[in-house]
C-alpha cells in the first residue's frame, strides 16, 4: 500500500478521493459508465486490492490526458517524446514497405530512424501514441474465483472483424498463481483443448497484487513482496479482432527465457527480436520458428525472484522483444489465456507451470540408457554389425535405431522384404543381450500403393481419419513415400486405427519404442497437391514472421478441416497428438511404460513423449546450440531430451565427435545419429584413443543411472527439472543469467564441457562454494569465479555441489545389467559436515510404480560426522541390490576410526580428503548408518 499512497499524495488528480473510493466500494459490481475518464478502483475478498494503474511515466500521462478525444494522426510532439525503447510496434507486417502514409492511416506516430545493423529488425517506424484508442472497463464484478467483466472498444481498430465487446475472467488461484482470460463476450472462440487442473476456490493469501485501468484498459501485476510490477499492458493498445489478437506489456528485467521452438542463446535478446511459434520442418537455423511451439517465458527479476507467463493458445503467434525492456503478444486465433507463475524461484515456477500442463511421465530405465542410429544403414545385416561391434568393444548401448530406410518403399508399418528381412531376427538378438529396438514412424500415408492395396491407407480412408480440404476430401501431399495423407489425431478414432497398424506390424517386428518424426505436419509442398484455396484461412490478414512467409509453407493448408477444428487452430498441436495416440498404444501393446520421441512439441507434451532437437549438422556451434536447446525444454515440462550427438548432417571429425559424445553422454536423452552418405559415427568408427575416450564417458553415464532416474522421478513426481542452468540454483548470482555454456543434473552435478577445436582446457564458472572433482574429490572453494579447467581429449569435467549425496552403480554395458549391479555412495561434505540425497528404485519398467506403491525411496543424510541411510518406503525389487562402498569428499581430518550401525569397519582415507568404506554388502532395502571419529 504504500507505494500506492505516494502516487497518490505525487499525482492526487489522478484516483478517486477516499469519499469516492468509499462509494465506490459500495457499489462495487456496478456498470462503469463508457467514456468515464476517472482510473476506478475496485475491492475484491481476500483483501485483493484492484486500483487504478498509472503509466510507466507521468509525461507520458500528460500527453494521452491532453490529446484525449484525438484519433488522428499522432502530433509530432507527441510520438518525439516517446523514447525509442519505448516504440511499441503499429505497423508489424513485413510484407509491405511502412510509409508514413500507411502509418498514420492507422492513427500512429512515423519517426524514421537508422536501419538495424545485420538486416535485422530494430526500432519501429510505425509506433502507437500515448492516446491510442483502445478498450475501456465496462463492468467488474466478482466471482467466487475472483472476478468477471466487459471490455468495451469505442472505436474501431484497423484489422477487420474486431471484437466489440470482449469478456475477462480473472481466477486467483493459487497463491503463487493466477489466470487472467479474454475473450469474445458474444460468442464462443476456438480454445487449446488441454486439460487444466479445476479451480475450486480463490487464493487466501496471494503473493501478488492486481490493478486495472479503466480506460485505456490495462493490467498491472505486482509482487507483494517487493513490490516489482511483473506486467503493465497500459504501454500499448489492446486488440482483439477476429484473426489478430496483441496486448503489450513492460518486463522488469532483460532477462527472460523459453518461447520455443528456437535456436538460440539460453538468454534471449531483447535487441528488437521477435520469436515466431508455428511449428515447421526446417533445419535448427537462427531466427527461424522451428518444430515446436511454446508460448511460455521465464523471467528473472532484480534481486533473484522470477516468474513465469504462459499464454494458453495454439494459433501461429510471434512474441516481439524489445529493449524497454518490453514484450508483445501477437497472434491470429483463438483467446487471450495466460496464466501466470509468481515462483518466487525459477525451480517453483517451473513447478507450478507444470501444475498446470501436467507432469512428465516417468520413462522406462532403459531411455536412460546410450541409443545409437543412422540414416543409412542400408540394411538389418549392416543394423546388426554395428550392435555387435558395440558389444566386441564392450561399449555400453541400450537400444538400437533405425531411420526410414527399413520401409518397403518409405511406407509406415511396412519393412523391406530383402534390405530388411533379417529385422525381426535382429530385434529378437536385441532382446537377448537386454537390449531394445525403436522405428522411426512418418505421420504421412502413401495414397498411391504400387503393389495395390495398403491397408493403413484404405482402411484409414474407410473410416474417414484423415485430414480433409474445404470440399471434403482427404488433403494429399507429399513426404517420402510420395503422394500421402495425413491422419486427423484430433480424432479419437485416429487413435484406435493408429493403435490397429502398430498391433499388426509389432506381431511382425516387436519394436519397444518408437520416434515420431516429421509431425509438423512436414510436406514437401506447400499446402497440398491442388495447393490451398483462397481465404482468410490460408491467408489470414496478417501473417506471423513464419519462415517462407505463408502458413502453407512445407506443411498442409490451414483451411485443412479436422474432427475438432479447422487446421488453423490445430497445426501446433499435431505432433502433442500423435505423441499422446502413440504413447497410448505402446502401453496397450507391452504392457510396460511407453518410449516416445517426438520432433514437433507444444505444452504438455512431456506427460507422452520426449524430444530431440532436429536435424543439426556436425559442427561445433552446433553442439554448443544443443546445452541452451535441451535447457529450454527443461523450462517446457519436456526432460527427456537431447540433440544428435555428433551431429546429424554433415561428417563430423575425430575430436568434435569426442567432445560431443562427452557432452552427449550427459543429455537425458542421449543418441548418436547421423545422416544417409556420410561416413559412420558410432564410437566403433574411430581410431582406440577416441573410442576409449567415447566408452569412458558412457560408462560415467550408466554409473550416474540410479542418479538421473531418480532426478526424471522427482520430474514425474513435482516438475522438478532434470537438467537446469547454473542461474536456477544460485538466483541471487547474476553472474548465472547468461550462462549456457556449463548446465547442472539437478542440483549438484556441474557439467562443463569442451565446445571448441583444439583445446586442452576449458573455462568454467563456479558459484560460490565449494565444489568436488566427481572422480577424484578433490576440491576447489570458490568465491563466484571463472576457473580454468584442465580438459584433454580423453576428460570431461564433472564436480559434485558441497552438500550432495549422488547414488552411483558400478556400470555396465546395458542398463538392465547395471542395476543389478552394487551401489556406491557419493558424499561432497559441505564446510559443516553436511550433506542429502536421496533415491528412487523399481523395477524400471513397470507402469505406475509410484502411484500403485510398488517402489523403493531412500534418504541419505550426513551431520556432524555421521551419515544415515533412511528407507521411507520398501518393495522387494530393493532386495536384490547392494550398497557395496560410501566415499565421503571434504573429510578434513583422518579419522581414527569408523563404525557401521556401533560395528567398526575398514577404510581408506586419501591426502586429497577423501575417506571411503567399502565392502559394505549392505542391502537396498536395510537402513543403515556410518560414523567417522
Known amino acids: 500500500m504504500r507505494s500506492y499512497q505516494k502516487l497518490r499524495a505525487a499525482v492526487p488528480q489522478l484516483v478517486l478521493s477516499q469519499e469516492e473510493e468509499e462509494e465506490e466500494d459500495e457499489n462495487a459490481t456496478t456498470s462503469t459508465p463508457a467514456g468515464r475518464s476517472k482510473l476506478a478502483p475496485w475491492w475484491v475478498g481476500s483483501g485483493l486490492l484492484i486500483t487504478a494503474v498509472l503509466l510507466s511515466t507521468i509525461t507520458v500521462w500528460v500527453l494521452r490526458q491532453v490529446s484525449r478525444g484525438w484519433h488522428g494522426p499522432a502530433p509530432p510532439s507527441q510520438c518525439y517524446l516517446v523514447p525509442e525503447s519505448h516504440r511499441y510496434d503499429c505497423y508489424p507486417e513485413r510484407s509491405v514497405v511502412v510509409t508514413q502514409e500507411l502509418c498514420e492511416s492507422r492513427g500512429c506516430c512515423f519517426i524514421e530512424t537508422l536501419p538495424a545493423v545485420g538486416g535485422k529488425r530494430g526500432v519501429p517506424w510505425c509506433f502507437y501514441p500515448p492516446n491510442f484508442p483502445s478498450y475501456v472497463v465496462q463492468s467488474l464484478n466478482q466471482t ?300 504421412g500415408i502413401s495414397s498411391t500403393s504400387p503393389r495395390g492395396s495398403y491397408w493403413p491407407f484404405d482402411e484409414g480412408l474407410r473410416r474417414g481419419l484423415f485430414l480433409n480440404t474445404t470440399q471434403g476430401q482427404p488433403l494429399i501431399g507429399q513426404v517420402w513415400p510420395g503422394y500421402t495423407a495425413f491422419p486427423d489425431f484430433s480424432n479419437t478414432d485416429t487413435h484406435q486405427w493408429w493403435l490397429e497398424n502398430l498391433q499388426r506390424f509389432h506381431t511382425h517386428v516387436p519394436f519397444d519404442g518408437l520416434w515420431i518424426d516429421m509431425n509438423e505436419p512436414s510436406n514437401f509442398m506447400d499446402g497440398s497437391e491442388e495447393g490451398c484455396p483462397p481465404g482468410e484461412l490460408d491467408s489470414p490478414p496478417y501473417t506471423p514472421a513464419v519462415l517462407g ?240 579447467l584442465s580438459a584433454p581429449l580423453d576428460h570431461l569435467n564433472l564436480h559434485l555441489r558441497e552438500g550432495s549425496i549422488l547414488p552411483t552403480q558400478k556400470p555396465a554395458t546395458t542398463s538392465k545389467a547395471t542395476r543389478g549391479n552394487p551401489l556406491h555412495l557419493i558424499v561432497a561434505l559441505s564446510p559443516r559436515t553436511t550433506a542429502w540425497g536421496d533415491l528412487f528404485w523399481d523395477d524400471g519398467e513397470s507402469l505406475d510404480t509410484f502411484e500403485r506403491g510398488n517402489y523403493s525411496y531412500l534418504v541419505f543424510n550426513a551431520t556432524e560426522n555421521i551419515f544415515t541411510s533412511n528407507v521411507l518406503h520398501a518393495s522387494t525389487e530393493a532386495t536384490y541390490v547392494t550398497i557395496d562402498a560410501v566415499s565421503f569428499y571434504g573429510v578434513q581430518e583422518p579419522p581414527s576410526k569408523v563404525l557401521l550401525d556401533g560395528q567398526e569397519k575398514p577404510f581408506s582415507y586419501l591426502d586429497n580428503q577423501v575417506l571411503t568404506i567399502s565392502g559394505l554388502g549392505l542391502r537396498l532395502s536395510q537402513g543403515f548408518s556410518l560414523q567417522w571419529l
Open 144 to 443: 467466487a474465483l475472483g472476478m468477471t467483466g466487459l471490455l468495451v472498444r469505442r472505436e474501431k481498430a484497423y484489422y477487420p472483424k474486431d471484437i466489440q465487446v470482449l469478456r475477462m475472467d480473472v481466477e486467483f488461484q493459487t497463491n503463487t498463481r493466477l489466470r487472467i482470460k479474454i475473450t469474445d463476450a458474444a460468442k464462443p472462440r476456438y480454445e487449446v483443448p488441454l486439460e487444466v487442473p479445476r479451480v475450486m476456490k480463490r487464493a487466501e493469501n496471494p503473493i501478488y497484487s492486481l490493478e486495472f485501468s479503466q480506460d485505456p484498459f490495462g493490467v498491472l501485476l505486482r509482487r507483494q513482496g517487493t513490490g516489482t510490477v511483473l506486467l503493465n499492458t497500459t504501454v500499448a493498445p489492446l486488440i482483439f479482432a477476429d484473426q489478430f489478437l496483441q496486448i503489450s506489456t513492460t518486463l522488469p528485467s532483460r532477462f527472460l527465457y523459453g518461447l520455443g521452438e528456437h535456436r538460440s542463446t539460453l538468454l534471449h535478446s531483447l535487441d528488437w527480436n521477435t520469436l515466431t511459434l508455428w511449428a515447421r520442418d526446417v533445419a535448427p537455423t537462427e531466427s527461424f520458428n522451428l518444430y515446436g511451439a511454446h508460448p511460455f517465458y521465464l523471467l528473472m527479476e532484480e534481486g533473484g525472484d522470477a516468474h513465469g507467463v504462459f499464454l494458453l493458445n495454439s494459433n501461429a503467434m510471434e512474441v516481439a522483444l524489445q529493449p524497454a525492456p518490453g514484450l508483445t503478444w501477437r497472434t491470429i486465433g483463438g483467446v487471450l489465456d495466460f496464466y501466470i507463475f509468481l515462483g518466487p524461484d525459477p525451480n517453483m515456477v517451473i513447478q507450478q507451470y507444470q501444475e498446470v500442463i501436467g507432469f512428465p511421465a516417468m520413462p522406462p530405465l532403459w531411455a536412460l540408457g546410450f541409443h545409437l542410429c543412422r540414416w543409412g544403414y542400408g540394411s538389418s545385416n549392416e543394423t546388426w554389425q554395428t550392435a555387435r561391434a558395440m558389444r566386441n568393444f564392450q561399449i555400453p548401448q541400450d537400444a538400437q535405431w533405425n531411420d526410414i530406410d527399413y520401409m518397403d518403399g518409405y511406407r509406415d508399418f511396412t519393412f523391406d522384404p530383402q534390405k530388411f528381412a533379417s529385422l525381426p531376427s535382429l530385434v529378437e538378438d536385441l532382446h537377448k543381450h537386454g537390449q531394445h529396438y525403436v522405428m522411426i514412424l512418418d505421420p
Open 549 to 788: 512467409n505463408s502458413l502453407s509453407a512445407k506443411t498442409v493448408c490451414a483451411s485443412a478441416k479436422q474432427n475438432a477444428s479447422v487446421h488453423y487452430n490445430l497445426h501446433n498441436l499435431y505432433g502433442l497428438k500423435e505423441a499422446e495416440a502413440t504413447a497410448s498404444a505402446l502401453i496397450q501393446i507391452r504392457g510396460k511404460r511407453p518410449f516416445v520421441i517426438s520432433r514437433s512439441t507444444f505444452p504438455s507434451q512431456g506427460r507422452y513423449s520426449g524430444h530431440w532437437l532436429g536435424d543439426n549438422r556436425s559442427q561445433w556451434k552446433d553442439m554448443y546450440y544443443s546445452i541452451p536447446g535441451m535447457l529450454s525444454f527443461s523450462l517446457f515440462g519436456i526432460p527427456l531430451v537431447g540433440a544428435d550427438i555428433c551431429g546429424f548432417s554433415g561428417s563430423t571429425s575425430e575430436e568434435l565427435c569426442t567432445r560431443w559424445m562427452q557432452l552427449g553422454a550427459f543429455y537425458p536423452f542421449s543418441r548418436n545419429h547421423n545422416t544417409q552418405n556420410e561416413k559412420a559415427q558410432d564410437p566403433t568408427a574411430f581410431s582406440p584413443l577416441a573410442r576409449t575416450a567415447m566408452k569412458d564417458v558412457l560408462l560415467t553415464r550408466y554409473s550416474l543411472l540410479p542418479f538421473l532416474y531418480t532426478l526424471f522421478h522427482r520430474a514425474h513426481l513435482q516438475g522438478e527439472t532434470v537438467t537446469r542452468p547454473l542461474f536456477f540454483e544460485f538466483p541471487w548470482d547474476v553472474a548465472t543469467y547468461g550462462l549456457d555454456r556449463q548446465f547442472l543434473w539437478g542440483q549438484s552435478l556441474l557439467v562443463t564441457p569442451v565446445l571448441e577445436p583444439g583445446a586442452d582446457s576449458v573455462l568454467g564458472y563456479f558459484p560460490q562454494g565449494v565444489w568436488y572433482d566427481f572422480y577424484t574429490g578433490s576440491s576447489v572453494n570458490s568465491s563466484g569465479e571463472m576457473l580454468k
